[in-house]
Each structure stands twice: as C-alpha cells, then as structure tokens.
C-alpha cells in the first residue's frame, strides 16, 4: 500500500511509503538533506514498522524539536493509527 505523508518543521516537503502489512518495502523522501533522506529511506527499508518508530522516534535536528527520522516515525505512527496495525 502506498502511504504518503507531508512532513512538519523539517526540510523535506513529502514522504512516500510503499507499506505491505506491518514491512516498509520503500520509502522516497522528498525535498530534504539527499546525503541523509536517502540513507534513512535505505535503511529503514525491509524493516517492521515498530522497530523504524523505536529507533527513530524523538531525533532531533538543530533546535527544530523534530529531524526527517523522526518525522518517518510520526508518520509510521500516524498510519498504525489510520489502518489499525
């Protein structure tokens, strides 16, 4: 299922799941740092999503409060809420 969520208080501007049952297949993190979205959408890749939210929950950027890792979780977060997983 693909997943689309617009991230809040950080660089990039949308980020796309590709979600089958509780695994991210794939994730392409629009707008951002391309040196780190694309290495977080790497690893995050083939992982459950409990595990993505544990590890990158709560990384901060600067003083911003949130960082492109954190915002994948708030979205992991906000989709186990939206489809009930």
């Not at 740092?33 to 409990?50: D, E, H, M, R, W």
Request: net charge positive; hydrophobic share 35%.
């Amino acid at each position: 299922m693909k997943y689309i969520y617009t991230p809040q208080g950080v660089c990039s501007m949308q980020m796309i799941f590709e979600i089958d049952g509780d695994i991210v297949k794939d994730l392409k993190i629009v707008g951002g740092c391309p040196g780190n979205t694309v290495g977080v959408a790497t690893l995050v890749k083939g992982k459950k999503i409990n595990e993505i939210i544990a590890i990158l929950k709560g990384i901060p950027c600067g003083s911003k409060g949130t960082s492109c890792p954190d915002q994948i979780a708030r979205a992991l977060e906000e989709y186990k809420q939206k489809y009930k997983i």
